[in-house]
């Protein structure tokens, strides 16, 4: 699976967008992205994927660039609830198992 | 639909003692994996079991072994427990095997410490 990169940490104002960034420049064809969020000593709670079209549900939006070698998560009107560790992980929909590896994340901390 | 479950949620155990872990997945997912999570080495992949059979697993040692049951929950089993074993157990679960790709969704995990 293609590495990524994101920053190590980000500040959001409550009620703002949140808009966490995601290098993959190594992505190929078959890899979707997906999104998770770790908040401290929970579970990660899976967030949001695509594979090159923008992607909407009810928690994010995912913005997938043309050429696929970068995306954005975006969290509309972050609480303070979305304060937590962001992964960003590419992933292949077949071939070998394709078990998750999570990188460092985006620590997005929401300020009052 | 109700999410993953793991039980039991906090564990403290003494070196050399074992340590069995259970997860629920959600309602009609047939794949069950595990992971270590640990400040140092961040989430490591333990196995996957999927229709009662270990399909992948990861570099662990014999420690750590695992079985899943028809209704498709899952156990995890570490013997002779290490200071090292001390981490986050995680389970997650999917419709389909890892190979088709699907969506894993965690549980909260079990948090293990060992004194």
Known sequence: DAKTTQPTSMDCAEGRAANLPCNHSTISGNEYVYWYRQIHSQGPQYIIHGLKNNETNEMASLIITEDRKSSTLILPHATLRDTAVYYCIVRSNSGSARQLTFGSGTQLTVLP | ?115
Request: with cysteine; glycine share 10%; proline share 4%.
């Open chain 2, 1 to 115: 639909k109700a999410g993953v479950t793991q039980t039991p949620r906090y564990l403290i155990k003494t070196r050399g003692q074992q340590v069995t872990l259970s997860c629920s997945p959600i309602s009609g997912h047939r794949s069950v994996s595990w992971y270590q999570q640990t400040p140092g080495q961040g989430l490591q992949f333990l196995f996957e079991y999927f229709s009662e059979t270990q399909r992948n697993k990861g570099n662990f040692p014999g420690r750590f072994s695992g079985r899943q049951f028809s209704n498709s929950r899952s156990e995890m089993n570490v013997s002779t427990l290490e200071l090292g074993d001390s981490a986050l157990y995680l389970c997650a679960s999917s419709f389909q095997d890892l190979a088709v790709g699907e969506t894993q969704y965690f549980g909260p995990g079990t948090r293990l410490l060992v004194l």
